[in-house]
Protein backbone atom coordinates (compact mmCIF):
# COMPACT_ATOMS: atom_id res chain seq x y z
CA UNK A 1 0.00 0.00 0.00
CA UNK A 2 0.74 3.68 -0.76
CA UNK A 3 2.43 5.28 2.27
CA UNK A 4 1.23 8.53 1.09
CA UNK A 5 -2.31 7.79 1.93
CA UNK A 6 -1.41 6.26 5.45
CA UNK A 7 -0.88 10.12 6.08
CA UNK A 8 -3.05 13.01 6.74
CA UNK A 9 -1.71 16.16 4.43
CA UNK A 10 -1.84 19.28 5.98
CA UNK A 11 -3.29 22.76 4.60
CA UNK A 12 -1.98 26.19 5.44
CA UNK A 13 -3.79 29.26 4.16
CA UNK A 14 -1.37 32.66 4.60
CA UNK A 15 -3.15 34.99 7.64
CA UNK A 16 -3.39 37.83 4.89
CA UNK A 17 -5.31 35.77 2.19
CA UNK A 18 -7.86 34.87 4.48
CA UNK A 19 -9.13 39.08 5.50
CA UNK A 20 -8.00 39.83 1.74
CA UNK A 21 -10.61 36.89 0.98
CA UNK A 22 -13.20 38.06 3.36
CA UNK A 23 -13.12 41.45 1.27
CA UNK A 24 -13.04 40.17 -2.43
CA UNK A 25 -16.33 37.50 -1.29
CA UNK A 26 -17.94 40.71 0.09
CA UNK A 27 -17.59 42.89 -2.80
CA UNK A 28 -17.99 40.46 -5.20
CA UNK A 29 -21.52 39.31 -3.67
CA UNK A 30 -22.90 43.14 -4.02
CA UNK A 31 -21.63 43.27 -7.40
CA UNK A 32 -23.41 40.38 -8.57
CA UNK A 33 -26.63 42.06 -6.43
CA UNK A 34 -26.42 44.86 -8.26
CA UNK A 35 -26.25 43.44 -11.81
CA UNK A 36 -29.41 41.35 -10.28
CA UNK A 37 -28.16 37.96 -10.50
CA UNK A 38 -28.15 35.42 -7.96
CA UNK A 39 -24.75 36.14 -5.63
CA UNK A 40 -24.50 32.56 -4.18
CA UNK A 41 -25.38 30.64 -7.47
CA UNK A 42 -23.33 32.33 -9.09
CA UNK A 43 -20.47 32.44 -6.65
CA UNK A 44 -20.72 28.68 -6.47
CA UNK A 45 -20.43 27.95 -9.87
CA UNK A 46 -17.03 29.51 -10.36
CA UNK A 47 -15.70 27.82 -7.05
CA UNK A 48 -16.99 24.42 -8.23
CA UNK A 49 -16.24 25.17 -11.84
CA UNK A 50 -13.16 27.70 -12.30
CA UNK A 51 -14.87 29.34 -15.00
CA UNK A 52 -14.72 33.49 -14.23
CA UNK A 53 -17.60 33.59 -16.59
CA UNK A 54 -19.56 33.21 -13.57
CA UNK A 55 -18.59 36.60 -11.96
CA UNK A 56 -19.74 39.23 -13.69
CA UNK A 57 -17.35 41.99 -14.85
CA UNK A 58 -19.34 44.98 -13.02
CA UNK A 59 -17.13 46.96 -10.70
CA UNK A 60 -14.23 44.91 -11.82
CA UNK A 61 -15.56 41.77 -9.69
CA UNK A 62 -14.49 39.14 -12.57
CA UNK A 63 -10.38 40.13 -11.79
CA UNK A 64 -11.21 40.36 -8.27
CA UNK A 65 -12.56 37.40 -7.51
CA UNK A 66 -8.90 36.11 -9.58
CA UNK A 67 -6.91 37.54 -7.51
CA UNK A 68 -7.16 34.35 -4.83
CA UNK A 69 -7.51 30.64 -6.18
CA UNK A 70 -10.24 29.16 -5.34
CA UNK A 71 -9.46 27.29 -2.15
CA UNK A 72 -8.72 30.46 -0.24
CA UNK A 73 -12.06 31.61 -0.70
CA UNK A 74 -13.68 28.49 0.00
CA UNK A 75 -11.72 28.27 3.53
CA UNK A 76 -13.06 31.81 4.30
CA UNK A 77 -16.90 30.76 3.75
CA UNK A 78 -16.24 27.68 5.61
CA UNK A 79 -15.00 29.42 8.50
CA UNK A 80 -17.56 32.38 8.24
CA UNK A 81 -19.85 29.33 8.41
CA UNK A 82 -18.71 27.24 11.27
CA UNK A 83 -17.48 30.76 13.50
CA UNK A 84 -21.68 31.61 12.86
CA UNK A 85 -22.78 28.14 13.74
CA UNK A 86 -21.03 26.65 15.95
Do not use: C, W
Request: no cysteine; charged share 35%; proline share 2%.
Amino acid sequence: MNKDFDQTMKFDVEKDNINEAKEIITSVYKSLQEKGYKPINQMIGYILSGDPTYITSHNNARSVIRKLERDELLEELLKSYLEKNQ
